[in-house]
């Protein structure tokens, strides 16, 4: 019998003496995987995110910056109003090379509407964000007039959504970006016009409150601008010539970006600590958790010593116990995190508040493969050192301490 | 070339004062017959059978195994002579647990680097000899003190080694198996195996070829 036979049998057969070191792997993997996951979740979502801004600046009516920053990031209903012909002014400054209103409108918590989220009106003659990023799948079925949901929307079974009482197809779908675009709505500003109407119906006013007839109210009122910079320009210099000549606030893309990423190092670090902390704390309290076992069966040792089972066997079926207890301790843990992190990414999405994507099944492999690493590399140590304290016992004391 | 003892001494201290526990003790353990030691507890005789084993250093004198003197040897070298030549049978429970009786009777092979030609048929009459074929697949929590005992017996005979020293081989048989397990050691000797046994039986000191007593650390010949 070879020792890793003999260590796969003690194992299987609850022999080693090793269950709680074997769950206090099953918590580091669980640890690692869960963490590194989340973190590269985060990663992910602010790339998409940088990628689907798709505008350099935003232009928003003054104090709704914070608003602005809710809606993409975490797709946060916001509703506001500025007036349209500070288009033609923007498109004016120099630098800028495209210009594009939004219209943004919250649905209602109420049965008049599906889901309560947020409804954003683009302009399909100037849009240059939205329409980019329709599922290929749904490019030639979408026509002007559907609406286009994000990726999260879930519509219902005739495929339509309803809003202020009035049902719209859904004609497309956006690729998922891990973003608050997930969660929001997208319509043309002739759609957006009879959400509108009807919205007032509701009690609910965009634009002038006093305004008699939406039919034509987005060529009088949008909720921002969005900004592209030609090639050359400084996207801080032409940010500021705008704010000059446009009495609202003003949002850059990297800013945006830029309190992601800060958000995604301060979660990253948290992470990075928990998983050090974790590390070393459970190597070394399962250093003294294999010592205890180790010193549980002394006369197992005696009776290997006995038939010729050198220092260095023993030291060997330690150290592969441990290493075994550890890699099954990690499989386990990964295969807890995955029940506990996949079925429940949606909510540790809502709750983090960022950018958040699963990464793919090759990141997953690697991410599995990362924590089974770190959690076998936390049972190095105390498989030497217990290894160690076992062969280095005389073969006679081991006898003797057997018999008691 | 037997195991021989040259006037071995070892003292042990207890509670403060020493004393003897194999007083230049001179004797040998020859192929092809049954040595047997006999004594009271605390005689020596344990003591004894695990200094020739190489487990435990004397004080003083020599032991020789094939003419090499092992406690000149190296730890690991010691090591390799009991895989390699000696198969003990201890006094106390000596099965692993998590292992069945039929891979704890395997297991003695595990160390031995130059493997010795042990047949499916020595397996069977060793077995078979022991009353163990019903017990291969049991673990040793589920067997009584004399099948854990017949089943650490298979394991140092089924390495088919030079030597075999046993320590109460029939310490928790009954008469039946005692008779069998002695049967057993004859066949064996009767091949050329050294057989040393520790034992209070007069029943297997009746088998044995050569006898000796123990007291207080001295060994006589009977």
Redo the contacts between chains.
């Keep these: 019998m070879r020792i890793k036979d003999i260590a796969f049998k003690k194992i299987k057969n609850g022999k080693t003496g090793g269950a709680v070191a074997f769950l206090f792997a099953i918590i580091l993997s669980f640890t690692v995987f869960a963490g590194m996951l989340l973190a590269s979740s985060i990663s992910i979502g602010a790339g998409n995110l940088k990628q689907r801004l798709g505008a350099d600046i935003a232009v928003v009516p003054k104090g709704q910056e914070s608003n602005y920053q809710g809606i993409i990031l975490n797709g946060e209903p916001v509703e506001c109003s500025f007036e349209r012909k500070y288009e033609g002014v923007i498109r004016s400054v120099e630098g800028v090379d495209k210009v594009t209103p939004v219209i943004y409108l919250a649905s209602l918590n109420a049965s008049c509407c599906s889901v309560p989220i947020q409804i954003i009106g683009y302009d399909p003659k100037t849009d240059f964000v939205t329409t980019p990023w329709i599922s290929d799948e749904f490019v030639d079925k979408f026509s002007d007039g559907n609406l286009i949901a994000g990726n999260n929307i879930a519509v219902d079974d005739e495929n339509t959504l309803t809003f202020f009482g009035r049902t719209y197809e859904v004609g497309a779908r956006l690729n998922k970006t891990g973003t608050g675009m997930d969660k929001s709505v997208y319509v043309s500003f002739d759609v957006m016009e009879q959400l509108i109407s009807d919205a007032k119906e509701k009690g609910i006013s965009f634009g002038d409150e006093n305004a008699g007839d939406t039919a034509s109210i987005t060529e009088e009122y949008v909720s921002a601008f969005l900004v592209s910079v030609k090639e050359g320009y400084s996207v801080d210099n032409v940010a500021g010539n705008i704010m000059r000549q446009v009495p609202g606030g003003v949002v850059q893309s990297k800013s945006l970006y830029k309190t992601v990423t800060n958000g995604i190092a301060l979660i990253s670090d948290i992470i990075k600590t928990i998983t050090y902390a974790m590390f070393i704390s459970i190597t070394l309290v399962t250093v003294f958790l294999h010592l205890y076992r180790v010193g549980t069966r002394k006369k197992e040792w005696a009776i290997y010593r006995m038939m010729g089972g050198s220092r260095n066997w023993i030291l060997g079926l330690i150290f592969t116990e441990t290493i075994a207890l550890s890699f099954l301790g990690a499989v386990v843990g990964i295969a807890l995190g995955a029940l506990i992190y996949f079925p429940f990414s949606n909510l540790i999405s809502q709750q983090v508040k960022l950018p958040f994507y699963l990464p793919g099944i090759t990141g997953i492999i690697l991410t599995a493969l990362a924590s089974i690493a770190v959690t076998m590399l936390s049972g190095v140590l105390p498989g030497i050192i217990a290894g160690e304290s076992a062969a280095r016992t005389e073969c006679y004391e081991l006898m003797r301490e057997g018999e008691n | 070339m037997p195991v021989v003892s040259e006037n071995v001494v070892k003292e042990y201290k207890r509670r403060g004062t020493s004393f003897t526990a194999v007083d230049d003790v001179s004797f040998t353990v020859e192929e092809g017959k049954i040595t047997a030691i006999m004594g009271r507890s605390g005689s020596g005789k344990s003591t004894l059978l ?1 200094i020739l ?1 190489g ?2 250093k004397p004080e003083r004198g020599l032991v020789t195994i094939d003419g090499k003197k092992i406690f000149d040897e190296s ?2 070298s010691r ?6 030549k ?1 198969g ?1 049978v ?1 006094q ?1 429970h ?6 069945t009786s039929y ?1 704890n009777i ?3 092979k ?3 680097l130059e493997k010795k030609e042990s047949s499916e048929d020595s397996f069977s009459e060793i077995v078979g000899a022991l009353d163990l074929k019903d017990l291969l697949d049991a ?1 040793p929590g589920n067997l009584s003190g004399g099948e854990m005992k017949r089943v650490s017996i298979a ?1 140092a005979l089924f390495g088919n080694l030079k030597y075999l020293f046993a320590d109460e081989p029939t310490g928790e048989l009954d008469k039946d198996n005692s008779k069998k397990v002695m049967e057993l050691f004859r066949t064996e000797a009767d091949k050329g195996k050294g057989i040393l046994i520790v034992t209070h039986d007069k029943l297997a000191a009746d088998m044995a070829d050569i006898v000796y007593t123990m007291e207080n650390g001295k060994l006589r010949l009977l």
Aim: net charge positive; no cysteine.
């Design positions: 695990n084993s487990m435990i730890v690991r090591d390799r002579l009991r895989a390699e000696i003990i201890p106390t000596s099965l692993v647990s998590g292992l891979e395997l297991l003695q595990s160390f031995a673990y394991r």
